[in-house]
T-cell receptor, first 114, second 113 residues
Framework: EAQVTQNPRYLITVTGKKLTVTCSQN?????MSWYRQDPGLGLRQIYY???????DKGDVPEGYKVSRKEKRNFPLILESPSPNQTSLYFC?????????????FGEGSRLTVL | GENVEQHPSTLSVQEGDSAVIKCTYSDSASNYFPWYKQELGKGPQLIID?????GEKKDQRIAVTLNKTAKHFSLHITETQPEDSAVYFCAAREEAAGNKLTFGGGTRVLVKP
C-alpha cells in the first residue's frame, strides 16, 4: 500500500530534550516536506527536500533541522524543543514539486513540549 | 510571497444542504489551486484541484470555481452527508516560487444529521 509513515504519532517531551520525528515513504517520490498545523494558521511549511541530499527552508524553519540521506526517509529533528513547537506535524511527499502537484500526507505526529 | 485567506473558519450545515468555502489569494502568478480534506486523526488528502486555464471543475458532489480576475476560488459541496464533516484546506501554487504550495487557514465543516 502506498503510504507516508510518521513516528511517533504522539509525543510529550520537556523543553530542551532533543527529539526526532521519522518520516518514510514507499512511493519512490523525489519531493518530501514537513508542515506544522496550528489552529487558524493552516499548514505551514517547515523544510522541504527536492531530492537526496537537497534540502531547503520553508516558511517556519527556526528550531528545526532535517536530513535526506536516502530517498525514502526525511526525519525532522528538534535539537532543543521549546513550548512554541507544540503542534501537529505532517510529513508529505510528491512525485515532484511541479507537474503532478498532489501531495501525499502522513497521518500526523502530535507533539507537546512542556 | 503568496498569501491565502480562507473563509469561514467553521461551517455548520444540515445534511442535504450545500456548503461553500471561499479562498482568496494574493499572487496573480499562482496557477494551481488544490483542495485538501482532513478527516479526524488523519492527514490531509487531495479531493479536487483546478488550474488557472479553467474556470470550473466538478467531481460528483464537489465542484471548484476560479475567478482569476478577482483572485478567488471556492469549493462547493452539494447534498452534504455526515461523511463530509472534516477540515478543508485550500491552497495556491506559485510557479515562480519553485511551485511552492501555500495553504489557507482551514475550514471546519460539520454536517448535522
Amino acid at each position: 500500500e502506498a503510504q507516508v509513515t510518521q513516528n511517533p504519532r504522539y509525543l510529550i517531551t520537556v523543553t530542551g530534550k532533543k527529539l526526532t520525528v521519522t518520516c518514510s515513504q514507499n512511493m519512490n517520490h523525489e519531493y518530501m516536506s514537513w508542515y506544522r498545523q496550528d489552529p487558524g494558521l493552516g499548514l505551514r511549511q517547515i523544510y522541504y527536500s527536492m531530492n537526496v541530499e537537497v534540502t531547503d527552508k520553508g516558511d517556519v524553519p527556526e528550531g528545526y533541522k532535517v536530513s535526506r540521506k536516502e530517498k525514502r526517509n526525511f526525519p525532522l529533528i528538534l535539537e532543543s524543543p521549546s513550548p512554541n513547537q507544540t503542534s501537529l506535524y505532517f510529513c508529505a511527499s510528491s512525485y515532484d514539486r511541479g507537474v503532478t502537484g498532489e501531495l501525499f500526507f502522513g497521518e500526523g505526529s502530535r507533539l507537546t513540549v512542556l | 510571497g503568496e498569501n491565502v485567506e480562507q473563509h469561514p473558519s467553521t461551517l455548520s450545515v444540515q445534511e442535504g444542504d450545500s456548503a461553500v468555502i471561499k479562498c482568496t489569494y494574493s499572487d496573480s502568478a499562482s496557477n494551481y489551486f488544490p483542495w485538501y480534506k482532513q478527516e479526524l486523526g488523519k492527514g490531509p488528502q487531495l479531493i479536487i484541484d483546478i488550474r488557472s486555464n479553467v474556470g470550473e471543475k466538478k467531481d460528483q458532489r464537489i465542484a471548484v470555481t476560479l475567478n482569476k480576475t478577482a483572485k478567488h476560488f471556492s469549493l462547493h459541496i452539494t447534498e452534504t452527508q455526515p461523511e463530509d464533516s472534516a477540515v478543508y484546506f485550500c491552497a495556491a501554487r506559485e510557479e515562480a516560487a519553485g511551485n511552492k504550495l501555500t495553504f489557507g487557514g482551514g475550514t471546519r465543516v460539520l454536517v448535522k444529521p
